[in-house]
């Protein structure tokens, strides 16, 4: 367990470096991240390296009990290089090369960068492989995290594509007839008559542009792949990790952190996650489910946030509030990002622990009470995470609706984030799963627009059926191929016998033809006898169901098919499947899925008041309940059985009473 902050000693005189370690190690804290941008002071010049800095960095904050986590400095190459090789530069959809003076302005596929960047990671790798202090390294930068998502149209980019086509497809004829290039005749001959998706004078290919999506994330995986080797190979015995942004939608994630021990994150609950706790709930459990263990928090909000304009500040509370939501998601280590509020470039209202004199105030004394309560949750860092409901997001799905959203109002993530809020203000523990996760743990996977099928998915989805549990599919699933083709058989095509009904036509909202045309469709009415009574709204797309073996939980109402199911229920061996086949309203999402948990028998550890999250962890086999109130009122909480709060030692026997932004955690007696 470690508890630190993003760490940034050459913004300050060497003078204050020793008084920084100090303030650290008086807060508790006993872990720095550094370096990450760096490259101008470890190669000033081509070829003459200077850890010099860094050393004695390192070592002041040793001798305060603080370790090193070394950023590999490559999301910000220096100016000497990109002077020497524009080549280098990432170049948008729209042919405009990026140019000096930001960061994260570089190509993934240029050989000539691939070389630079070995030799300064060797270098870094090679100075501290000895030094017992780092105890591991970060590659990069948030790869992607910049204006385009890192996706670069170059002439580089461009060939390494019809490179990738080429492994992926072996040959002409096999590409040709999985994109079906006899459209707009478009059959290739030769692999380097293949283009890039650029915007043109009408749209691309779709298969085409979802491939191109996956080849950009594979590109940014492979350059970060060949930095892991080199950290592995040079300085062995260290960790190797990244750090991530939640929900972020252009690299694989998954891929991606396959080759690190564990995966971090950036968590700006009141920046990127706009102040919604379930979303950065979402967020964590996203990160936590993509190797299915602990992981860091690489840079946690610590004060008022934002570049040249700046956001709301943190109110008193919420900082410790965000790190023991992070602990209580799997977190077993929290970074700040960052120490002290930088005086100049581009993030200079960026706000860290300390404010820009460097003197410690409120936001220290609450990391400082932040990092005590973590040290009394040691033992949880590793307990496990018991969640028996799974959201399922799909990269590939993603990419699909990216290229085609086929209704101007479908937005994939946003329907992902209805159903994940609705679960998880049930108060049960969920994972965000990629359809490549194993299905076996769980009772219950919503997979809401599962666009892409392969036979692969849908033959696990029908023995994770089989063997009973429940499955929610919605609009839009089952619509194509893998390659982004529609499938020859009537909707929803290869998941049919799962759904047990067909889709006989749809209508998406009209917003396409004009921008004032309805958001709402038709209404949706709960028809069945088990559910309760309610009507509420059909959004963005309707499906127009024909029931087979299956029974309809819901019926639209109005528009041309008014009375036809919405909603529809199957039996398929000892499990149900649910299709929804409309985009639903939160209060009718939330109905449905107090519904599905009742039927699995999926109980809730507690009821809570709005704004109160309950995340259970289990050590030694009993749960532990984080009880966290993000609501900026006093909460009460009933709880069925006498506890002690591991935080306060104190002991309640029916109710919890929180303040404005205050946690507990729960061990039942
Ligand atoms: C990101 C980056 C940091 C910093 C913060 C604040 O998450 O990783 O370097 O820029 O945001 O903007
Ligand atoms: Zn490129």
């Known amino acids: 367990m470690y508890i630190g902050s993003d760490y940034y000693p050459e913004h300050w005189p060497r003078e204050r470096w020793r008084e920084d370690a100090r303030l650290m190690q008086a807060a508790g804290l006993n872990l720095v991240r550094m370096a990450e941008f760096a490259w101008d002071r ?134 040709n007839e999985s994109w079906g290039t006899a459209f707009w005749s478009q059959t290739y001959s030769a692999w380097e008559q293949i283009p890039l998706p650029w915007p043109n004078e009408a749209p691309a290919n779709p298969s085409l542009e979802l491939d191109y999506y996956r080849f950009i994330s594979d590109a940014w995986i492979k350059y970060q792949n060949l930095q892991v080797e080199i950290l592995r190979n040079v300085s062995p015995g260290k960790f190797v990790t990244h750090n991530l942004m939640g929900l972020f939608p252009s690299i694989d994630y998954r891929k991606l952190g396959e080759p690190l021990d564990f995966v971090a994150w950036d968590n700006y609950p009141r920046f990127s ?13 996203l990160t936590r489910s993509l190797k299915n263990r602990p992981f860091w928090v690489m840079e946690q909000q610590s004060g008022p946030a934002g570049q040249n304009v700046m956001g709301t500040a943190p109110s008193p509370g919420e900082l410790r509030l965000w790190t023991l939501q ?29 404010p820009h004199d460097g003197k410690p105030g409120h936001r220290y004394a609450e990391i400082k009470r932040a990092a005590q309560d973590m040290a009394k949750l040691k033992h949880l860092m590793c307990s496990a995470y018991p969640a028996q409901v799974a959201v399922m997001r799909s990269y590939d799905v993603l990419w699909a609706f990216e290229a085609q959203p086929t209704s101007a109002d479908l937005d994939y993530d946003q329907e992902l984030k209805s159903y994940y809020r609705a679960l998880h203000s049930l108060n049960v523990n969920i994972d965000v799963i990629t359809p490549e996760a194993e299905y076996d ?137 649910i299709y929804v086949g409309t985009s639903l309203n939160d209060v009718a999402i939330r109905e449905l899925s107090k519904w599905i948990l009742r039927t699995q028998g999926l109980q809730a550890p507690l009821g809570t008041p709005t704004g109160v999250e309950i995340i259970e962890r289990r050590y030694n086999e009993k749960p532990v309940l984080f009880v966290l109130n993000h609501n900026s009122e006093r909460a009460t909480v009933s709880i069925p059985t006498a506890a002690r709060d591991i935080l306060t030692d104190q002991r309640y026997n029916d109710e919890l009473l929180l303040d404005p932004f205050d946690v507990a955690v729960l061990e039942l007696v």
């Open 326 to 354: 992070s602990i209580a998601h799997g977190a077993d280590s929290i970074v700040y990002f960052r120490w002290r509020t930088c005086r100049w470039g581009a993030e200079q209202y960026w706000h860290g622990i300390l």
């Open 441 to 577: 743990k769980y009772k219950v996977i919503v997979a809401p627009s599962l666009y892409l099928t392969n036979d692969d998915i849908v033959q696990r989805l029908e023995k994770f059926v089989a063997a009973g549990g429940t499955l929610l599919l919605s609009f839009r699933s089952g619509v194509k191929d893998w390659e982004n083709v529609v499938h020859e058989e009537t909707l929803p095509a290869h998941l049919a016998g799962l759904v047990g009904a067909s889709i006989a036509d749809y209508t998406s909202t009209g917003r396409f033809e004009s921008p004032n045309a309805p958001a709402q469709l038709a209404e949706v009415e709960f028809v069945h006898p088990e559910l309760t009574s309610y009507r509420g709204t059909a959004s963005v797309w309707c499906d127009i169901l024909n029931l087979e073996s299956a029974e309809a939980l819901a019926r639209y109402h109005g528009n041309f098919f008014n009375g036809t199911p919405a909603i529809t229920l199957n039996k398929h061996g000892n499990g149900s499947v």
């Open 273 to 285: 996650q706009h102040l919604d706790p379930a979303a950065v709930a979402m967020a964590h459990d």
């Open 42 to 175: 470890m190669e000033p010049e081509e070829g003459s390296f200077d850890f010099s800095w860094l050393d004695e960095a390192i070592q002041i904050l040793a001798e305060h009990g603080i370790k090193t986590v070394l950023g590999t400095p490559t999301a910000t190459p220096p100016a000497w290089l990109m002077h020497k090789h524009p080549e280098i530069y990432l170049v948008n959809r729209e042919g405009r090369r990026a140019s000096f003076g930001s960061r994260r302005h570089y190509c993934p596929t240029i050989e000539v960068y691939h070389s630079y960047t070995r030799k300064i990671v060797r270098k870094l790798a090679e100075h501290y492989a000895s030094n017992e202090n780092v105890i591991g390294y970060q590659v990069d930068n948030e790869f992607g995290g910049s204006r385009t998502r890192g996706r670069c149209y170059c002439n580089s980019c461009h060939r390494a594509f019809q490179q990738w086509l080429e492994a992926k497809y072996r040959t002409l004829s096999r590409l």
